[in-house]
């Protein structure tokens, strides 16, 4: 049988539907505050998606979100790495004025060219979230899954959230199967896939605050964050997909595969409760992702993700780094299959929820903007640049360096040797052609622009190494003290 929620958005969809605001405001007042969910995927590729354009990975829910949603075609991390994508989206800054530019807690490398610019254990104490603000708003907060901004004494229950499950100082998963040993979350057997545990507590979470008041969600996946890892008939499905176990060296993972349809399905699970419980119709839903999909990692020439077609990924500053899918369902207001070109950022998450939550303005300083009017059919944001700042080596090969973006154009800093490339991601999205000669004027503007505002930023900044050899670089080219597998149990001090 058909939802209402299915109904409602397939009824929008033929007429047309374009409320007006008043009208608008009607319909949410209807059913007092919405409730929000931030449901962030870990580690997913911009191109990982049906939506987006995959075609190999089965997200039959997240599709459907999308057909009801706005979808995002510029929506980009405010980090190319989880701990800073995290805090700005949680605190509307910027990870440059945070500090907090890498993620926790970092990894040595000695050989490099660079020192890397310092970069804290944890978030900073007292700055204001999404949850301290909805709580004191009168929301009921919940964390579920990854936090990864700290350990004791900064975790989600510092920082707002009535209930914290499984959020601690975990980057990823030491396995996807039980026993887990996570903050709140213990327990369990070989046999428990932790996407499907971490759904069963999520459900029983909404079903819960469905019956009080308005709440706040934030749904952090681990998923698809490394290892490899998923229920084996799952797999298999997708061995067949890529026919079967002798298929040559460019098939797909069917690993990742897997856990990208598990968190699919957890979706699914979180839009049913929803319905059963009453609040589907006034329920906000924010769908996206930390950072790009993982392209290699460390020394492994075996591909992960697929960032549609974007160049590089995870750890890098190019466009499969940093831009990710954003879905945004808020019924009654955005327009069913409707899709936003506009360019927004992670920090602009914490204005957009208060303004949705109609909860004030964001705390200063804010660096992001609210971009609810782009739901209600807007078509500018009042902004003409956004800013990256990475003084860090990454895992997957990316190196000390700042972006900015102007309109169509995109320029990309390197600390090493302060080389500058200059795209144009309207004629060249995949980032092929440097333009850093051909347009020198643009280049330089954007390059005093990018400096001027790490100034403002008060942006650390890398500095020489005096132990530099490019002998040992090569030689020693894994991070000191680590595995690549382990290397989120390393510690740089």
């Known amino acids: 049988m058909q939802s209402r929620r299915e109904f409602c958005g ?19 007042g209807s059913s007092g505050r919405p409730n929000i969910v931030v449901f962030l995927i870990d580690d997913m590729g911009w191109g990982d998606l049906g939506c987006y354009g995959d075609t190999f990975h089965e997200t039959p829910h997240i599709d459907q979100l999308a057909r009801e949603s706005m979808k ?23 990870p440059a004025r945070l500090h907090l530019t890498q993620w926790i807690p970092g990894v040595l490398y000695p050989y490099k060219q660079l020192l890397e610019a310092p970069t804290p254990l944890h978030l900073q104490a007292g700055i204001p979230t999404i949850a301290s603000v909805l709580k004191s708003a009168g929301y009921r907060t919940a964390a579920i899954g990854k936090w990864h901004l700290g350990g004791e004494g900064y975790l989600p229950e510092n920082f707002g959230f009535d209930v914290n499950i499984a959020g601690d100082n975990h980057g990823h998963p030491p396995s996807y199967f039980g026993p887990f040993h996570f903050h709140n979350l213990t327990g369990y057997t070989a046999k428990d896939y932790l996407t499907d545990v971490l759904t069963e507590k999520m459900d029983a979470f909404v079903r819960d605050a469905a019956k009080k008041g308005p709440f706040f969600l934030y749904m952090a996946e681990y998923s698809v964050h490394l290892p490899l890892e998923a229920k084996l008939a799952m797999i298999e499905k997708y061995r067949r997909k890529n026919g079967g176990p002798n298929a040559d060296g460019d098939a797909r993972d069917p690993v990742y595969a897997a856990m990208i349809e598990s968190t699919d399905i957890a979706l699914g699970s979180l839009r049913t409760v929803l319905e059963r419980a009453g609040v589907a119709d006034n329920t906000i839903i924010l769908l996206t992702s930390d950072n790009g999909g993982v392209g290699f990692q460390g020394r492994k020439l075996h591909r992960i993700a697929d960032n549609g077609g974007l160049r590089a990924g995870k750890g890098f500053l190019y466009e499969g780094g940093i831009r ?52 209600r059919g807007g078509s500018t944001l009042h902004r003409d640049t956004l800013y990256w700042h990475y003084p860090h080596y990454s895992d997957q090969g ?70 530099f050899n490019p002998q040992l670089e090569v ?18 001090d």
């Open 10 to 28: 397939q009824l929008a969809a033929m007429a047309g539907l374009a409320m007006a605001p008043g009208t608008l405001r009607a319909a949410e």
């Open 72 to 94: 995002f075609t510029n929506a980009y991390a405010g980090a190319p790495v989880c701990s800073p994508s995290r805090a700005a989206i949680l605190t509307g800054q910027a």
């Open 324 to 375: 990710e899918p954003l879905l945004v369902h808020w019924p009654g207001v955005t327009k069913p299959g409707s899709v936003c070109d506009v360019p927004i950022i992670g920090t602009d998450f914490m204005s957009t929820v208060l303004a949705m939550a109609e909860a004030g303005p964001a705390p200063q300083p804010a660096d992001g903007l609210d971009f609810s009017a782009l739901l």
């Open 398 to 467: 990316g190196k000390p360096s700042g972006a900015i973006r102007e309109g169509e154009w995109k320029l990309i800093e390197f600390f090493e040797d302060n080389h500058v490339e200059l795209y144009n991601l309207t004629l060249d999205p995949g980032e092929q052609y440097d333009l850093a000669s051909s347009f020198g004027e643009k280049a330089v503007a954007l390059r005093a622009k990018l400096h001027a505002w790490r100034a403002r930023m008060n942006a650390a900044m890398p500095t020489p190494n005096p132990r």
């Open 475 to 492: 030689a020693h080219a894994g991070p000191v003290g680590c595995s690549w597998e382990s290397a989120a149990n390393c510690r740089e």
